[in-house]
């Protein structure tokens, strides 16, 4: 199968083209052989090819992963799958990850946004905003041209951000308090609309080659692309070495990718390669012999072809082996300029690798050495690759764009014009994926030049690389690597820093500790080591790994300043995680400092990062003692923040509003108030969306979803909660897409789909137990327990609800919610005088608290229990309890639609109400709430 057009073109501007352009097709001994033949894996293509024809035709999203050891050829699969794809009217994508192996957020994204849009290092950048802005831009409608364009080229290296920190956004010298991201929930939505508005113009293939070396992101990003857009013509194939089972063990698992590993070339294809790589010109048995000692690995064959006309015997048969061979027999000066490329990584920028040698060798020597290395099929020139089927022409110049630079109407995502992203949202400058100056033809050479630099001049070469991306603002994770490996890890703790601060904007949550272990390991001390600390309990809370971040917090808290930005973060994640933990003697502790600390200096006196991170604090720690059922603990802090709302003082902090109406929506709820507690989450997720806090929005929308469970909206809330569930899923935040699926279970039992209710419980269930949350398992096994009684499995809702009971001894909240379930439960299997007992302890600890979630299944199953028993005056009286209560709650909802849907439409209230007209004790408020609800509902119709 001939090879039509080269993916990778000559970089004809390159010095050295014309010179390599001259090499004749019977170049001699040690110049690399030429060839377009593709053998030996039209199998593979043919299955790849038959994938992304399938996506095409049937809008069913594919996805498949290649695995391949070195120099197997997984690259030049992908270029022919790429070209195949073309041919058949697939438009293909194409990216790589990152060449150093340290996966900087989104590098593998800017790759590919940068080869989409023809974007080469030598564009200045409003050069590169105009290509972004005209590609990016082709499909999408006029109004969302800007803030796509301007979210993705800042994870593609472009910033469009070019004003400093407004005073809207929250926390400029660090992450918003508790862990709120901002860039990483900004690119999922951008790529979303931008691979929508591409994919209504027909079918796209997106080739990721060394994914194993992509980013946490990235990949985040083409899974969502996966999840969320199961019904479209889109095809994901992922090519890299076997470890990438390791690294990424689940990637594509929810798309059941196609898997296909590239096995050694079978003989009669190795011949054929050879044959082509020399062109013919060996004979039968030296063909023979030589493909019996390659193995069927095609880079070790073309190191054989290049040395053909020595004896067999002398040739080397492995990769290493090869590898070794021909670094060995370049020049020195070829073998110096090997050692400094392999020291940056596998594709290297050739500015940098001037000033890595400068002073060793001058412009001259430096381009004749290139010039042997890509002889010798050491290494490779690159040049942005053509996408033939996405351009009209595969040289067409990018036409001038048509949107401006900043638009000219209100922006659509923040309502106030241009986005000011803050300062510690901003990724470094991912250098650009193309053009790419000279790329190792494979990492086993790489790896054997890297091999043979000594001690001291490793040291040096890598301390020049630290300092020359160090002043080109390059990933930051990558100039602290340089100078670890220069002997000089000092230097590496502030790079680390940046670095784990960055990750955690980009949601990549792993990375974000990672890099903070590694600036600890360096030897961060005092205030630095303290932030560093912050950063990983910040990012540990996100992961779910409670006890890992109480301890970093607390830690960081120790090292702090006492009342700055970054302590008062701290000290607010130390004691969410401490109450989650059911630590409350920390959290009131926590309570009291920040209250002394916002008491302690008025409001409008202190920068507004500090207003954000107090204001937040106070929110979120009154809201962990409304949960823990001290609502007395936190009212001073609830009237200081409502005192603030009221006075305005918070109007121009949309993130800490938000959580001041989050706070209030929790207080308006426990207190009974649903329809205030709903009106409140829903402008809190205002609050977040007006910030830009994705995830934050997301939590409050799941919030008011089951705030419309219990009024009874049960379509609104379904359609609410699956939708905010999407998102969970797509931000990657696995405790709010427990809390959605929780109370998706709620509304799945509602409509007797209880296998489907039993299984989103469980799934929320391991997620909590994963985190070690016991609250949030509590609740998880309420809401099985539940499930299963109301499904008949008895047996198994026992056996979940005496384990919640046993939990909830320590978790007022849901304490009487716990034992009112044990009770269904020994009550289906009619043991009711247990049933009574524990119901009873059910009544009592609801007494004491006054009100709870699911009070209405705590009475109703009390008096089923009373009832069963066989004490039917108790039972009644306690029916006419229950009933009244109930018109006392419907009486708090001041809408009459509401107030009839939390009436009749909650199975648990619908049956009080029945049992209570059956047995002729329904309460006269009830009747008159119901009688003035149709009566203003037929006044307003």
Known sequence: MGRRTPFYLPATTSPLFATLSKVSAGSTQGSRPKSDTFVGRQNEVTSLLALVTAAATTSLAKAAIVLGSAG????????????????????????????????????ALGDLLNRLCHITKDDTRDRRREKL????????????????????GEAAGTSFFDGGVDDSSPAPGGPNPGGSVLLGDLALRAWDEFLTAELSQGPLAIILDDADRADIPTIRLLESSLRNGPNRPLAVVAFSRPTLSKIYPSLFAEARPLQLTLSELSPI?????????????????????????????????????????????????????????????????????????????????????????????????????????????????????????????????????????????????????????????????????????????????????????????????????ARRLGSADRDAATIAHHYEQAGQ??????????????ALAANDFEGAVNRSLQAESCGATGPTLGEVLRIRAD??????????????????????????VSWVQAATVYAVAAARLGNFDALLAGARDIELLAAATPFSTIEPPLRVAQVVAMARLSVALLHAGDPTSAEPMLGRIHALRVAGALADLPFALGHTHRAHAIKSH????????????????????????????????????????????????????????????????????????????????????????????????????????????????????????????????????????????????????????????????????????????????????????????????????????????AARAALFEADARLSTRAGQISDPSYR????????????????????????????TTLLASQMERARRS
């Open 72 to 107: 197997i050829g997984k690259s030049r699969v992908a270029r022919e799958l790429a070209l195949q794809a073309a041919e058949h009217g697939i438009r293909t994508w194409m990216g790589r990850g990152d060449p150093s192996g340290r996966r900087p957020p989104f590098s």
């Open 133 to 152: 802005r005209e590609r990016i831009g082709r499909n999408l409608p006029a109004d969302t041209v800007w803030e796509t364009t301007a979210i993705l």
């Open 269 to 465: 294809a190795s011949k054929e390669l050879l044959k082509a790589l020399t062109h013919d010109r060996l004979t039968s048995t030296t063909l023979d012999a030589l493909a019996e000692k390659a193995g069927g690995n095609p880079f070790v064959l073309e190191g054989l072809a290049m040395n053909a006309d020595a004896p067999v015997t002398d040739l080397p048969a492995t990769v290493a082996g090869a590898a070794t061979a021909r670094f060995n027999a370049a020049s020195s000066d070829t073998r110096r300029l090997l050692r400094a490329a392999s020291v940056l990584g596998d594709v290297v920028s050739r500015a940098d690798l001037a000033a890595l040698l400068a002073g060793s060798m001058d412009e001259t020597a430096i381009e004749l050495a290139i010039e042997d290395a890509c002889k010798r099929d050491l290494l490779e020139l690159r040049a942005t690759p053509v996408q033939r089927s996405d351009v009209s022409g595969a040289h067409s110049a990018v036409q001038p764009a048509s949107v401006p630079l900043v638009p000219s109407s209100p922006n659509r995502w923040t309502g106030n014009g241009p986005v000011s992203l803050p300062a510690w949202a901003q990724l470094p400058n991912i250098a650009p994926g193309a053009p790419l100056d000279v790329a190792f033809r494979s990492a086993s050479v790489r790896e054997r030049a890297y091999a043979s630099l000594n001690e001291e001049d490793r040291a040096r070469v890598h301390l020049l690389a």
């Open 489 to 502: 890890p000092q230097m590496a703790i502030e790079p680390y820093r940046l670095a784990s601060l960055r």
């Open 539 to 564: 990012a540990s809370l996100w992961m779910g790994k409670t006890a890992e971040a109480e301890s970093a917090a607390q830690k960081a808290m120790g090292l702090l300043s006492p009342g700055n």
């Open 670 to 873: 426990i207190q009974g108030n649903l329809l205030a507690a709903l009106t409140s989450f829903a402008a809190a997720a205002g609050s977040f969306e007006r910030a830009r806090a994705l995830r934050d929005a997301c939590v409050d929308h799941i919030n008011a979803g089951f705030l419309e469970c219990e009024l009874g909206r049960n379509e609104d809330a379904e359609k609410r909660l699956t939708a905010a569930q999407t998102t969970a899923s797509r931000l990657g935040l696995p405790t709010a897409s427990a809390n959605a699926q929780l109370n998706l279970c709620l509304l799945m039992g509602r409509r007797n789909a209880f296998v489907a209710a039993a299984s989103m419980a469980e799934t929320a269930l391991a997620i909590y137990e994963r985190q070690a949350s016991a609250r949030t398992i509590t609740g998880a096994l309420v809401y099985l327990s539940r499930t299963l009684v109301e499904s008949g499995a008895a047996k198994l809702a026992l056996e979940r609800a005496e384990r919640a009971t046993r939990l909830a001894d320590e978790i007022l909240p849901y304490r009487a919610y716990a034992y009112a379930t044990l009770a269904a439960a020994l009550r289906s299997l009619g043991r009711s005088a247990e049933a009574l007992t524990t119901a009873e302890t059910a009544m009592s600890h609801l007494r004491d608290l006054g009100t709870e979630e699911g009070e209405a299944y705590i009475r109703l199953t009390h008096v089923e229990a009373l009832h069963s028993a066989g004490r039917t005056e």
């Open 900 to 927: 009839e849907s939390f009436l009749q439409n909650v199975p648990e209230h619908a049956k009080t109400i029945a049992l209570a007209e059956s047995l002729g004790v329904g309460s006269t408020s009830r009747a």
